[in-house]
């Protein structure tokens, strides 16, 4: 499985950008796919994930403003993100893994696939 994230950029505060992972090789529903970003001088965290069932899961950081979705079809996952702050200011990466246990799912050390990461820069 290969991935490849897009859609970073830099945007002021308040302004929304989608993120894509487009996957190529095998990744049907019984992989799970997340994001994760890093900041500078920052640990690597949880942004947001999509179980295998379809069930979503969110930082507290980002709930209510950003979502992930998956194109089945396509073999794309997406991130909308709107009200973006400074703070989000970040390298996202996206992730994939097909043997993920659910209590897992915010530890970016489980994930097997990972992309190469696209900036956000979030201006004040």
């Known amino acids: 499985v290969q991935l490849q994230a897009s859609g970073g950029g830099l945007v002021q505060a308040g302004g929304s950008l989608r993120l894509s992972c487009a996957a190529s090789g095998r990744t049907s529903s019984r992989y799970t796919l997340a994001w994760f970003r890093q900041a500078p001088g920052k640990d690597r965290e949880f942004v947001a994930a999509?179980?295998?069932?379809?069930?979503?899961y969110y930082a507290e950081s980002v709930k209510g403003r950003f979502a992930i979705s998956r194109d089945k079809a396509e073999n794309t996952m997406y991130l909308q993100m709107t009200s973006l702050k400074p703070e989000d200011t970040a390298i996202y990466y996206c992730?994939?893994?097909?043997?993920?246990?659910?209590?897992?799912?915010?530890?970016?050390?489980?994930?097997?696939?990972w992309g190469q990461g696209t900036l956000v820069t979030v201006s004040s």
């Open positions: 992730a994939a893994d097909s043997s993920l246990i659910l209590s897992s799912i915010r530890v970016y050390g489980q994930y097997d696939y």
């Open positions: 999509i179980w295998r069932s379809g069930n979503e």
